[in-house]
C-alpha cells in the first residue's frame, strides 16, 4: 500500500497541506484500470480493489478506537456514537458511489464520513469542537457534514432524515440527473412514521433512492423482536411495492453485491431500493453504554465478534494471495499515524470564537 495516497476530495476545513489525506477513497483501484463500480477481471486490479476496501475500513476502525480513547480522556464531549463493527456496510455501499451522489445518515456517522474521503482532520477537529473540523466544531459527532462530498449529516433524531433523502431524490429526479442518494439508518428507525412517509412518496414516485437499513439488532437496549412486528425488515419494501433485500453486513463483497444491483435501479430505472443489512455493533450504543450491556450477553457479542468485516476481508485476501503480512503490517502503520496526526491537529486547532456562535444559523439567500 502506498504512503504516498492524495486525496481526490478535500474535506471542508481540512486545509491545504492535510497530512491526513490518505483516505482517497479507491484511487488506487481506479489508477490500476478498475472502476470501482465494477467487479475487478485481472489479479492486479482485484488486489488494488481489495486493498482499497481494507483500508477503508481500517482506518474507520482504528480512527474510532482511538476516538474511544480521546472520549474516555475529555478531549472529546457530548454524544459520541462508534460504529465499530459495522463498516462493511459504509464500505461496501460507498466504494460504488460517484463523487456527485449523495448520502444522508444518522448520528453514527463517523465511518460513512470517512469512507466518503472526509478526511481523518476534518472529522477529529469536529469531534474536538474545533475550527477546522468539517462543520467548524458546531456539529461534533452526531452532524458531520460536507455538501462538497455530498455528505448531508449526520442527523440525531431518529429517522427525521429519511424524509430528506426522499426530498433529495425527488430534487435528483426533477432535474433530469442520474445520481443517487443513500440513505442509512438503523433499524429501529422503521417503526417510526417518518420511514413510512418517505419511503412511500419514495416508492410512488420511483425517486432513486437507496434506503439502507443497518440492521445492528438493537436500539440503544431494545432487540428488534421487541420492537418491531415483523423481524425480517427488508419484507417491509413490499409496502411500498420496492425491490428489497437482506444482506450480510459482515461481508463487504454481499454489501458490495447487492449496493451495486441497487444502484444501477436508481440511476437507469430511477427505482428506490430497500436493504436490510444485518450486521452487529460492537461497541455500546454510544459512550456512555457499557460494550456488553445488560440488554445482551457476552456470549452473543462473543459469537459476532467471531464474524468481525475487517477479520473476515484480511483472511480472505491472505488466501488469495492478494495481502502478505508484511503489508497488512504497513497499512496498519500508516493508518494509525494518520489517526495519530489527526489528533495532533485537533489538539492544535482553536476553538471557535464566541461571535461564532451566531454565524451560520440562517442562510444568507442574498449571497451566491
Ligand atoms: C425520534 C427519536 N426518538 C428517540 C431518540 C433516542 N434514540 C437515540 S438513538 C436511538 C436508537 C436508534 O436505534 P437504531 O435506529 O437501531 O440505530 P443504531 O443506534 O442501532 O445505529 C434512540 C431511541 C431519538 N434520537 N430520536
Ligand atoms: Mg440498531
Same mark, same amino acid.
Given at each position: 500500500?502506498?504512503?504516498?495516497?492524495?486525496?481526490?476530495?478535500?474535506? &471542508?476545513? @481540512?486545509? =491545504? *497541506?492535510?497530512? !491526513? +489525506?490518505?483516505?482517497? $477513497?479507491? &484511487?488506487? @483501484?481506479? =489508477? *490500476?484500470?478498475? !472502476? +470501482?463500480?465494477?467487479? $475487478?477481471?485481472?489479479?492486479?486490479?482485484?488486489?488494488?480493489?481489495?486493498?482499497?476496501?481494507?483500508?477503508?475500513?481500517?482506518?474507520?476502525?482504528?480512527?474510532?478506537?482511538?476516538?474511544?480513547?480521546?472520549?474516555?480522556?475529555?478531549?472529546?464531549?457530548?454524544?459520541?456514537?462508534?460504529?465499530?463493527?459495522?463498516?462493511?456496510?459504509?464500505?461496501?455501499?460507498?466504494?460504488?458511489?460517484?463523487?456527485?451522489?449523495?448520502?444522508?445518515?444518522?448520528?453514527?456517522?463517523?465511518?460513512?464520513?470517512?469512507?466518503?474521503?472526509?478526511?481523518?482532520?476534518?472529522?477529529?477537529?469536529?469531534?474536538?469542537?474545533?475550527?477546522?473540523?468539517?462543520?467548524?466544531?458546531?456539529?461534533?459527532?452526531?452532524?458531520?457534514?460536507?455538501?462538497?462530498?455530498?455528505?448531508?449529516?449526520?442527523?440525531?433524531?431518529?429517522?427525521?432524515?429519511?424524509?430528506?433523502?426522499?426530498?433529495?431524490?425527488?430534487?435528483?429526479?426533477?432535474?433530469?440527473?442520474?445520481?443517487?442518494?443513500?440513505?442509512?439508518?438503523?433499524?429501529?428507525?422503521?417503526?417510526?412514521?417518518?420511514?413510512?412517509?418517505?419511503?412511500?412518496?419514495?416508492?410512488?414516485?420511483?425517486?432513486?433512492?437507496?434506503?439502507?437499513?443497518?440492521?445492528?439488532?438493537?436500539?440503544?437496549?431494545?432487540?428488534?423482536?421487541?420492537?418491531?412486528?415483523?423481524?425480517?425488515?427488508?419484507?417491509?419494501?413490499?409496502?411500498?411495492?420496492?425491490?428489497?433485500?437482506?444482506?450480510?453486513?459482515?461481508?463487504?463483497?454481499?454489501?458490495?453485491?447487492?449496493?451495486?444491483?441497487?444502484?444501477?435501479?436508481?440511476?437507469?430505472?430511477?427505482?428506490?431500493?430497500?436493504?436490510?443489512?444485518?450486521?452487529?455493533?460492537?461497541?455500546?450504543?454510544?459512550?456512555?453504554?457499557?460494550?456488553?450491556?445488560?440488554?445482551?450477553?457476552?456470549?452473543?457479542?462473543?459469537?459476532?465478534?467471531?464474524?468481525?468485516?475487517?477479520?473476515?476481508?484480511?483472511?480472505?485476501?491472505?488466501?488469495?494471495?492478494?495481502?502478505?503480512?508484511?503489508?497488512?503490517?504497513?497499512?496498519?502503520?500508516?493508518?494509525?499515524?494518520?489517526?495519530?496526526?489527526?489528533?495532533?491537529?485537533?489538539?492544535?486547532?482553536?476553538?471557535?470564537?464566541?461571535?461564532?456562535?451566531?454565524?451560520?444559523?440562517?442562510?444568507?439567500?442574498?449571497?451566491?
Amino acid at each position: 500500500m502506498s504512503t504516498t495516497r492524495t486525496n481526490r476530495r478535500k474535506g &471542508a476545513g @481540512a486545509g =491545504a *497541506a492535510d497530512a !491526513s +489525506a490518505t483516505s482517497a $477513497p479507491f &484511487a488506487e @483501484a481506479v =489508477a *490500476a484500470g478498475v !472502476s +470501482a463500480s465494477t467487479t $475487478p477481471t485481472t489479479p492486479e486490479a482485484r488486489k488494488a480493489l481489495h486493498q482499497e476496501l481494507l483500508h477503508s475500513m481500517l482506518l474507520q476502525r482504528r480512527f474510532e478506537e482511538r476516538t474511544a480513547e480521546m472520549y474516555a480522556i475529555g478531549r472529546i464531549g457530548g454524544f459520541c456514537h462508534l460504529y465499530i463493527g459495522q463498516e462493511a456496510v459504509s464500505t461496501g455501499i460507498i466504494s460504488l458511489l460517484r463523487p456527485d451522489d449523495y448520502i444522508i445518515t444518522t448520528y453514527r456517522d463517523h465511518g460513512q464520513a470517512l469512507a466518503r474521503g472526509m478526511t481523518p482532520r476534518a472529522v477529529m477537529a469536529e469531534l474536538f469542537g474545533r475550527i477546522d473540523g468539517c462543520v467548524r466544531g458546531k456539529g461534533g459527532s452526531m452532524h458531520l457534514f460536507d455538501k462538497s462530498l455530498g455528505f448531508l449529516g449526520g442527523h440525531g433524531i431518529v429517522g427525521g432524515h429519511i424524509p430528506i433523502a426522499a426530498g433529495v431524490g425527488f430534487a435528483i429526479k426533477y432535474r433530469g440527473g442520474d445520481q443517487v442518494i443513500v440513505c442509512f439508518m438503523g433499524e429501529a428507525a422503521v417503526n417510526n412514521g417518518a420511514f413510512h412517509e418517505a419511503l412511500n412518496m419514495a416508492g410512488l414516485w420511483k425517486l432513486p433512492c437507496l434506503f439502507v437499513i443497518e440492521n445492528n439488532r438493537y436500539g440503544m437496549g431494545t432487540a428488534v423482536e421487541r420492537a418491531s412486528a415483523i423481524n425480517d425488515i427488508y419484507k417491509r419494501g413490499a409496502s411500498y411495492d420496492m425491490p428489497r433485500e437482506m444482506v450480510d453486513g459482515q461481508d463487504v463483497f454481499a454489501v458490495r453485491d447487492a449496493a451495486e444491483r441497487a444502484i444501477n435501479r436508481a440511476r437507469t430505472e430511477s427505482t428506490p431500493t430497500l436493504l436490510e443489512i444485518r450486521t452487529y455493533r460492537f461497541m455500546g450504543h454510544s459512550m456512555s453504554d457499557a460494550v456488553s450491556g445488560t440488554y445482551r450477553t457476552k456470549e452473543e457479542l462473543e459469537s459476532y465478534l467471531k464474524r468481525d468485516p475487517i477479520a473476515l476481508l484480511r483472511a480472505r485476501m491472505e488466501a488469495d494471495g492478494d495481502l502478505t503480512d508484511a503489508e497488512w503490517q504497513a497499512m496498519d502503520a500508516e493508518i494509525k499515524a494518520v489517526v495519530q496526526d489527526s489528533i495532533d491537529f485537533a489538539e492544535n486547532s482553536p476553538e471557535p470564537p464566541l461571535e461564532a456562535l451566531h454565524e451560520d444559523v440562517l442562510v444568507d439567500t442574498t449571497s451566491d
